[in-house]
């Protein structure tokens, strides 16, 4: 498959890039990261741009560094080198956890981080992991900049909050506090593809019982989900193989599941139900061998 004729431009910098992408609002143009995502759908006709800018050149934006209370990502750093950090791996270690479920060791070495958030596919994990996290997305335009969190970036399949002009430049993800763990589950066809069903789950917990819980899910609607009132419900509590049980049914009785050609709704209500209980189960226990 080839895709159809397209103009090509490769920008040195950020403020190029936003320069291009400016002057060619009406002109049904792309940004370029990784192409992992973006080629194959051009390759099938599903887009046809007309002008493809390409940010492969913006190596200012591939790099982790840490402030006292964050991590900063650069939009261009790509999934493999997120994979194996160190840094993320001490401070996030939600994200070295997802990373086991997406996508193949070549996909990783070229899809990038900005591309995969920017994509926001359905099923993809990394959406619901930022969410999870409470992540911050830092977007540019030519005018400047804006911060928006993770959990108002996602607006439905393939939507975000990103502006035709604006280029994803920056994830800001808090680290991990004291008293915070956290887990990532996933079911899939095959390792590497996208989830059937996904759970990002973050507990803080205090004296043994939890003061907070966050949890995620993908693979399920059109983006990361979150039933808060289920989250509530283990808030104060021991975490109990009961307690967990009741916040999983909580959370699939507020869910509408979908069937598609290889999972039924009724199969996909059942699994979420069993990651949720996987999820935090794991979590709780590592924070139990912690205190011990
Ligand atoms: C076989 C296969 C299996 C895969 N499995 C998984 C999986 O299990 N889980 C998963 O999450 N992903 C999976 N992927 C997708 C992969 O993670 C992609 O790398 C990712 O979704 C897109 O990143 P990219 O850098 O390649 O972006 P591209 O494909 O270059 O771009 C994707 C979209 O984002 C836009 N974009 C890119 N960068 C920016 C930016 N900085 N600011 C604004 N817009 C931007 C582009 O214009 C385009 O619309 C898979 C891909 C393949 C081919």
């Not at 763990?181 to 996208?194: I, P, Q, S, T, V």
Request: charged content about 25%; aromatic content about 6%.
């Amino acid at each position: 498959m080839k895709p159809a004729p397209f103009e090509y431009v490769r920008p040195a910098t950020v403020d190029e890039a936003l320069q291009v992408l400016r002057a060619h609002l009406n002109d049904d143009a792309k940004l370029l990261a990784g192409g992992q995502s973006l080629v194959p759908m051009m390759n099938f006709r599903v887009l046809q741009p007309a002008i493809i800018i390409d940010i492969n050149r913006l190596h200012d934006l591939a790099y982790i560094r840490e402030s006292d209370d964050e991590l900063l990502v650069g939009a261009m750093t790509r999934h493999a080198a997120l994979k194996s950090s160190e840094v993320i791996a001490k401070h996030a270690p939600m994200i070295t956890a997802a990373y086991e479920h997406v996508a193949h060791a070549t996909i990783r070495n070229r899809g990038t981080i900005g591309g995969n958030l920017a994509h926001a596919d359905a099923a993809s994990e990394m959406p619901a992991v930022m969410c999870a996290l409470d992540a911050t997305m830092v977007l540019r335009n030519h005018e400047g900049g804006r911060a928006v969190r993770a959990r108002d970036f996602f607006l439905g399949v393939f939507t975000t909050a990103l502006e035709a002009d604006e280029l994803l430049v920056e994830i800001r993800i808090p680290k991990r506090t004291a008293g915070e763990w956290c887990a990532f589950e996933e079911m899939n066809l095959r390792k590497g593809d996208f989830a059937m069903a996904a759970v990002a789950a973050k507990l803080r917990m205090w004296n043994g019982r939890c003061d907070d819980a966050v949890v995620y899910l993908t693979g399920i609607s059109d983006q990361p989900v979150r039933i808060e009132r289920a989250d509530r419900k283990l808030e104060g509590t021991r975490l109990s193989t009961e307690e967990i049980a009741a916040a999983s049914e909580a959370v699939v009785r507020e869910v509408e599941f979908h069937s598609t050609a290889s999972v039924s709704a009724a199969y996909r209500k059942d699994l979420t139900r069993a990651l949720i209980v996987r999820a935090l189960t794991n979590a709780r226990d590592r924070s139990s061998e912690d205190a011990s």
